[in-house]
């Protein structure tokens, strides 16, 4: 076909993974930007089969649906509701086919679900060493360790007890969940939080998830030196890309990509991303779930580089979020949907007369992305507006405190 099934990131990870095969840094190959740990993953590509990586990742899709399955059933949602959510990743054609394309999403979604379960189980060793490595492979879920933080309050994790989670019957009856009304943190919250940081709880899961992201990030500095460095971190710190991007940066990239830029000039893109992503949390950060979705939203969008593999990010946190929605499917839903489509399938109509047919269409693409980004903020607007507030987890009061009173 013109446009190839398999990935062209599958392609890079299999020539990584046969060069770790023969002793060889996996950076030997242009444009492998991601941990050593995906191509020690595919290693089995070079004498098992050329396919196991997408074998891998697919099998990933699919526990990413019990996983969600687990999450929902764990907060109380009836079964009914469940199947419906769990429909919504595994039957969406854009979902099952990055796995199936060769796409490494899949594992960095799971892993990121299964740290949600262990949050909710009470596990917080076993969630902080999946942090710490999920951080390693993928830069990008740093943005979830402020909501993290936030909800190991003492008041919902106490030592030897589980926390207890609200259940989803209850939703309508506790005064707090207000449909679309929630307010934000006050000064004196903030004040209350930051001055009680420094729990057992917050420590010790942020030394571990650092031990587990340094330990990984020190042995294949040791094994690929600053090479390793650059590419695998570094890099999307400063990621410029004038092809296949999304982003309402893109034009600006595009006019600008022959000099260098300074690092103040590629970091200043940041502050959009900042300002909104504490925005979220501090409203949301009670609600995991929907803080997890609302911030991925929103980092995709205002991010510097969008490309298509970017929304499975999000994409596997919607159905966490379906059972707590006052959206109808009709008509606001599709509405929600056909716009959100609509947009990219306009922007990839321009993005394939640019790189296939060689048009001078740089314009149409960047007002193609400016469309793309007013479609990805009305959807997270509308979910915001839809969705009822639901924390996570019920406080608790310990003995003594209760005794007092």
Request: charged share 15%.
């Amino acid at each position: 076909m013109e446009v190839r099934y398999t990935d062209v990131d599958y392609l890079v990870f299999s020539d990584a993974a046969s060069l770790v095969v023969a002793g060889k840094s996996p950076y030997k190959r242009s444009t492998y930007r991601y941990s050593p740990l995906i191509a020690f993953l595919l290693a089995p590509n070079s004498f098992i089969h050329p396919s196991w990586g997408k074998f891998l990742f697919s099998a990933s899709d699919l526990l990413v649906g019990y996983f969600i399955r687990t999450i929902l059933k764990l907060r109380g949602v009836p079964e009914n509701l469940c199947i419906y959510s769990v429909i919504v990743w595994l039957f969406n054609p854009f979902t099952f086919t990055i796995g199936t394309r060769g796409n490494c999403e899949p594992i960095v979604c799971a892993i990121i679900l299964w740290i949600i379960i262990c949050l909710m189980r009470g596990n917080l060793c076993q969630g902080a060493i999946w942090y710490g490595l999920v951080v390693h492979m993928r830069i990008y879920p740093i943005i979830y360790a402020l909501p993290i933080v936030i909800i190991l309050d003492p008041c919902h994790f106490h030592p030897g007890r589980n926390p207890a989670i609200v259940d989803w019957s209850s939703r309508e009856a506790k005064s707090r969940v207000i449909t679309g009304t929630t307010k934000f943190v006050d000064l004196h919250q903030l004040r209350v939080l930051f001055s009680s940081m420094c729990t057992r709880t917050r420590i010790l899961f942020g030394l571990i998830s650092a031990t587990i992201f340094f330990f990984f990030t020190g042995i294949f500095f040791y094994l690929y030196e600053w090479e390793f460095l650059h590419e695998a971190l570094l890099y999307h710190l400063t990621r410029t890309d004038p092809r296949h991007n999304f982003s309402i940066y893109f034009y600006h990239i595009y006019l600008n990509y022959e000099r260098d830029f300074s690092i103040s000039e590629k970091l200043i893109s940041f502050l959009p991303q900042l300002t909104v992503q504490l925005v979220l949390i501090f409203r949301f950060a009670q609600d995991l779930p929907f803080c997890f979705f609302v911030q991925t939203v929103a980092f995709v969008a205002f991010n510097k580089v969008i490309t298509a593999q970017y929304f499975v990010w999000f994409f596997c946190l919607l159905p966490l979020i379906l059972p707590w929605s006052k959206m109808k499917l009709k008509w606001e839903g599709i509405l929600c949907i056909l716009f959100w489509m609509g947009a990219q399938t306009h922007w990839l109509f321009w993005g394939y007369m640019l790189e296939f047919k060689g048009k001078q269409v740089f314009l149409q693409l960047w007002a193609a992305s400016l469309l793309f980004f007013a479609a990805n903020t009305y959807v997270m607007i509308t979910i915001i507006l839809r969705h009822t507030y639901s924390p996570v987890f019920n406080r608790i009061v310990p003995t003594r405190s209760r005794k007092t009173k």
